[in-house]
């Protein structure tokens, strides 16, 4: 738009003592393109002390300073400001950056203007360039847009007067594979930042009235016709004139796919828990009130799951003594699991099974839990009691039975591959022997500790020295093999025996 005056004639130097104080630049110019006159504020966003530094007309001004704009494509002849008004054109708000000739990099951004004023018939009297110091403005914002595009949270600006995206980083561009040109210049409805947004209704009242946008999840349109969850939050900001809304996002895809697994894990152990054929349970570590039973614990037990599920094993006195109960979920809380225990389960008619239980801490639904598996050896525990049984009977009449025969009668129990022979305690030390003895007689590594005045983890490391010796893994292996030989208390029974000349 080109402001005019019209009607009496001004005199120059009424008019140049009227904009001599005024902030913004002033820049008269001839219709025969001499620089006239120029106020304080003109020179100084040049650089300049006094008029003639701007040079004699419009010629000389563009040899003595160099113009660009803002994209960095300089200003040919006839484009520079002073050019357009002496040729007539009317423009406002044309945004330019200023250097003195030879200086590498710009020293001032004009905001620039025309104004002409005519005399009483109409024809041009002065051309007037009105001039704005936008330096501290465009510094402020290439400082926010370098910060923009660097910020690895994903990011757009959205302008309100249109509602369409004026900016789009780097981040915002990795997070959904869009490239810059296919959201720049689309509307906030069009790319739908707050698609299936619970409180989306909220979300376009605040924009519409350039107010906050509160955090909300949100189903982030991609380019391939995918959605990814996301929280979309947005702040009215101001970009020169503009009013504008800053709208970030934080990816929420791996939490949902964490969430995706976590629920997929959970219904696999769930019916791995209901199919397993043996005995099983879950409890809080806090109480050990049981949370849930398998059929087969409900089968072996006889309880009804409403009869145990909220209770704990104390309450409905699962195991036969208090002591069994202590130790084990001490050992849990200590150690946070064991394996291959032997304890004896009270049934709800009183009857008791001897079984092996292993335990072990796990996560549901982000609370600490135990599950137990149990496994019934009753019948074995009877069968290796007989052959104990019978070998012992066997040693008292017999004492001249050698050794050989011993592991002749110990392998009719549990016959080896061809070519090969059970390992004897032969290369045991005495106090392996004796750590041993205890394990036979159903002792946990605690009770051997106090007995034999050790720290439990020296029994512990004796056990798995022993496991190692005699090639079993679990405790109830052991136990069979001592037996089976013989090894049972702090002294073996061959230890017991007469020795014969």
């Not at 009215?236 to 009013?243: F, K, S, V, W």
């Not at 209901?274 to 059929?295: Q, S």
Request: proline share 3%.
């Amino acid at each position: 738009m080109v402001e005019t005056l019209t009607g009496q004639k001004v005199e120059r130097q009424q008019l140049q003592h009227i904009i001599g104080g005024l902030t913004e630049g002033v820049i008269l110019i001839d219709p025969d393109q001499t620089i006239a006159w120029a106020n304080d504020a003109a020179l100084r966003m040049h650089g300049a002390v006094e008029i003639g530094d701007l040079g004699r007309d419009v010629d000389e001004y563009r040899h003595r300073y160099q113009l660009r704009y803002r994209n960095n494509h300089p200003l040919d002849q006839g484009a520079y400001p002073a050019d357009r008004v002496v040729a007539g054109e009317m423009f406002t708000d044309v945004v330019v950056e200023v250097a003195r000739f030879g200086s590498a990099e710009p020293e001032w951004v004009h905001r620039v203007r025309s104004l002409v004023l005519v005399d009483a018939d109409g024809n041009p009297d002065c051309l007037v360039l009105i001039v704005t110091d936008a330096t501290d403005e465009m510094q402020a914002i290439e400082r926010f847009e370098r910060a923009f595009n660097a910020n690895p949270a994903p990011a757009l600006i959205c302008r309100i007067s249109d509602l369409r995206f004026i900016r789009v980083n780097q981040g915002f561009m990795d997070m959904t594979g869009y490239a810059r040109e296919t959201v720049v210049g689309r509307s906030v409805y069009d790319l739908d930042v707050m698609a299936g947004a619970d409180k989306r209704e909220i979300g376009k009242e605040r924009l519409a009235a350039w107010a906050t946008v509160p955090q909300m999840e949100a189903s982030l349109p991609l380019p391939g016709g995918e959605t990814k969850l996301v929280i979309v939050a947005g702040q009215p900001i101001e970009m020169g004139d503009e009013r504008c809304m800053l709208f970030t996002f934080a990816d929420l895809e791996p939490r949902r796919k964490a969430e995706s697994a976590l629920r997929n894990s959970e219904e696999k152990f769930a019916k791995t828990f209901r199919l397993a054929p043996v005995p099983m349970k879950v409890c809080t570590l806090d109480g050990f009130r049981i949370l849930d039973v398998n059929e087969a614990f409900l089968k072996e037990t006889g309880w009804s799951i409403e009869e145990v599920v909220g209770r704990s094993a104390a309450e409905i006195e699962l195991w036969d003594t208090d002591a069994t109960r202590r130790r084990q979920e001490r050992e849990l809380v200590e150690t946070g699991g064991f394996r291959g225990h032997e304890a004896k389960l009270k049934k709800k008619d009183g009857s008791i099974a001897d079984c092996l239980v292993s335990a072990e801490t796990i996560k549901i639904g982000g609370e600490v839990c135990v599950l137990d598996v149990f496994q019934d050896i009753t019948v074995r525990k009877t069968s290796e009691l007989e052959l104990v049984k019978a070998i012992e009977e066997a040693l008292s009449d017999t004492s001249w039975l050698s050794r050989s025969v011993m592991e002749k009668l110990a392998n009719m129990r549990s016959p080896q591959p061809d070519g090969t022979r059970k390992a004897s305690g032969v290369d045991l030390t005495d106090k392996e022997r004796q750590v041993l003895g205890f394990i036979s007689q159903g002792l946990d590594d605690g009770e051997i500790a106090g007995l034999l005045f050790l720290s439990r983890n020296t029994v512990r490391n004796h056990v798995q020295r022993i496991y190692a010796k005699i090639d079993v893994h679990r405790r109830s292996e052991a136990i069979v093999w001592a037996r089976e030989r013989g090894i049972v208390g702090s002294q073996t029974q061959q230890e017991r025996r007469p020795r014969t000349r």
